[in-house]
Protein backbone atom coordinates (compact mmCIF):
# COMPACT_ATOMS: atom_id res chain seq x y z
CA UNK A 1 0.00 0.00 0.00
CA UNK A 2 1.13 3.32 -1.11
CA UNK A 3 1.46 6.17 1.94
CA UNK A 4 0.70 10.05 0.61
CA UNK A 5 2.32 12.60 1.51
CA UNK A 6 1.23 16.25 1.34
CA UNK A 7 4.49 18.45 0.16
CA UNK A 8 4.14 22.25 0.71
CA UNK A 9 6.54 24.35 -0.73
CA UNK A 10 7.36 28.11 0.81
CA UNK A 11 8.97 30.68 0.14
CA UNK A 12 11.80 31.93 2.65
CA UNK A 13 12.04 35.85 3.50
CA UNK A 14 15.70 35.37 1.66
CA UNK A 15 14.53 33.82 -1.61
CA UNK A 16 15.12 29.99 -0.80
CA UNK A 17 12.50 27.91 -0.30
CA UNK A 18 10.91 25.17 2.61
CA UNK A 19 9.85 21.69 1.88
CA UNK A 20 7.24 20.18 4.46
CA UNK A 21 6.45 16.92 4.11
CA UNK A 22 2.98 15.71 6.22
CA UNK A 23 1.90 11.74 6.03
CA UNK A 24 -1.85 10.78 5.25
CA UNK A 25 -3.16 14.26 4.94
CA UNK A 26 -6.99 13.48 4.69
CA UNK A 27 -8.19 12.69 1.71
CA UNK A 28 -11.01 15.61 1.22
CA UNK A 29 -8.83 18.20 2.07
CA UNK A 30 -8.93 21.13 -0.21
CA UNK A 31 -6.60 23.32 -2.03
CA UNK A 32 -8.60 26.38 0.03
CA UNK A 33 -7.71 24.61 3.41
CA UNK A 34 -4.16 23.97 2.45
CA UNK A 35 -3.65 27.37 1.39
CA UNK A 36 -5.81 29.14 4.39
CA UNK A 37 -3.61 26.93 6.52
CA UNK A 38 -0.18 27.76 4.84
CA UNK A 39 -1.38 31.65 5.21
CA UNK A 40 -1.95 31.44 8.91
CA UNK A 41 1.77 29.90 9.15
CA UNK A 42 3.39 32.24 7.78
CA UNK A 43 1.59 34.74 9.19
CA UNK A 44 2.14 33.93 12.41
CA UNK A 45 5.66 33.04 11.75
CA UNK A 46 5.50 29.79 12.84
CA UNK A 47 7.89 28.08 10.21
CA UNK A 48 11.60 28.69 10.16
CA UNK A 49 14.23 27.71 8.12
CA UNK A 50 16.89 25.60 10.11
CA UNK A 51 18.87 29.22 10.03
CA UNK A 52 15.88 30.84 11.81
CA UNK A 53 14.71 32.03 8.20
CA UNK A 54 10.76 32.77 8.12
CA UNK A 55 8.49 31.25 5.95
CA UNK A 56 7.12 34.38 3.49
CA UNK A 57 4.37 32.72 1.18
CA UNK A 58 3.45 29.33 -0.08
CA UNK A 59 5.19 28.82 -3.44
CA UNK A 60 3.43 25.10 -4.27
CA UNK A 61 1.83 22.47 -2.69
CA UNK A 62 0.49 18.72 -3.90
CA UNK A 63 0.04 14.93 -2.83
CA UNK A 64 2.28 12.64 -3.58
CA UNK A 65 2.27 8.93 -3.20
CA UNK A 66 5.47 6.76 -1.95
Avoid at 27 to 56: I, M
Wanted: with cysteine; hydrophobic share 45%; net charge positive.
Amino acid sequence: MMKVFLIIIFWLTNNKTMTISIPCPREDLTRREVELAAYELTKNRVLLSENGVPAAGLQARFPAHH
